[in-house]
Structure formats: structure tokens, C-alpha cells
């Protein structure tokens, strides 16, 4: 039985987002590592302290934050970002780069709402256009926020990382 003409938009829509977090999701999977990871904080604990608590202060991130899913281990491969199984520098490291990874899924989820123009009439283009926003830029914020509290955490372990004479060259 054919769906009623009314819902086939929300349908459509439902399914360019459910189709292409799939896509977006599974070819971000696919980036190296080495592609993700991060060279040692360019800033001092302090610089970063003062960043990360502009985020709890501005955002009230920590409010907000567990409700959030985490997306993660939704592939094979993938590791939650929710918690810090392991607190070594390389469990870190990891988890640092996969922060890179989730936010590169939600810049390139976050266009996904152009592609309503082909079909959609102008409401329902700005209805979608909305629901990117609201979906992708909490996600952005927290994945900034939790690469933030990594950097510090690693940064006060070895300050010598963070000295700007011993900043890689950019």
C-alpha cells in the first residue's frame, strides 16, 4: 500500500537524513587515523582551561551534554566518545582524533538539507534546513568541548608538548 501523498515529504526527507548519516558515517569510518590526528596542543593549560571553561560558561554544555547520543561504535571500528575507558596517552590520542572524526560527520551532515531544494517545496526546504542546524551544531559544539577537555588532560600530563618551542611546524 502507497503512503498518502501528504507524508511523502516527510518520508523523503526522513530518509535523505536517515540514508545519509549512513553514507556520511560509513566513509568517515573509512578516514586513516594518521588523517585525524592531532599534533600536540598549540596552547598552555592555562589557554585552554580558560577555553574549555568559556564552553561550560557560554553554552552551559555540561547541562546539556548526556543528552546526547553518541554515535561512535554505531560502526565497526568506531569507539564511544562518552567515556574515557582508558586514561594512557594513546587511548587519549584516539579518542582525540576520533573528536576530529565525529566533527567532520556533522560538517558534512550539516549541508545535507540543500538537497531538499530539488524536491520540496520552500517550507518544507526551510523546515529541513532547521532540523540540520538543530541536529549537527550540538553535536559540533560538543565534539570542540570534548576536544578541548582532551587537550588540557593531555597538555598538563606532558607540558612540554604544549611549550610553544616545541610547536610542530603548521
Not at 572524526?101 to 560538517?107: F, I, K, S
Request: aromatic letters at 8%.
Amino acid at each position: 500500500m502507497a503512503a498518502p501523498a501528504s507524508l511523502l515529504p516527510v518520508i523523503s526527507s526522513a530518509g535523505l537524513w536517515l540514508g545519509g548519516s549512513l553514507v556520511v558515517g560509513a566513509l568517515a569510518n573509512q578516514l586513516p587515523l594518521a588523517w585525524l590526528s592531532a599534533r600536540p596542543a598549540a596552547a598552555s593549560p592555562a589557554l585552554l582551561a580558560a577555553r574549555l571553561e568559556a564552553y561550560q560558561r557560554r553554552l552551559k554544555i555540561r547541562l546539556w551534554k548526556h543528552w546526547m547520543p553518541d554515535a561512535g561504535n554505531a560502526l565497526p571500528g568506531g569507539i564511544t566518545k562518552a567515556s574515557l575507558a582508558r586514561r594512557d596517552q594513546p587511548a587519549l590520542l584516539r579518542l582525540l582524533a576520533e573528536t576530529r572524526r565525529a566533527e567532520l560527520v556533522h560538517w558534512a551532515l550539516w549541508p545535507l538539507w540543500l538537497l531538499t531544494l530539488l524536491w520540496l517545496p520552500g517550507p518544507g526546504v526551510a523546515l529541513n534546513a532547521v532540523f540540520a542546524t538543530l541536529f549537527n551544531l550540538p553535536c559540533l559544539l560538543l565534539q570542540r568541548y570534548n576536544r578541548l577537555r582532551l587537550q588540557l588532560l593531555l597538555a598538563r600530563r606532558t607540558p612540554a608538548l604544549s611549550a610553544p618551542a616545541n610547536r610542530p611546524p603548521r
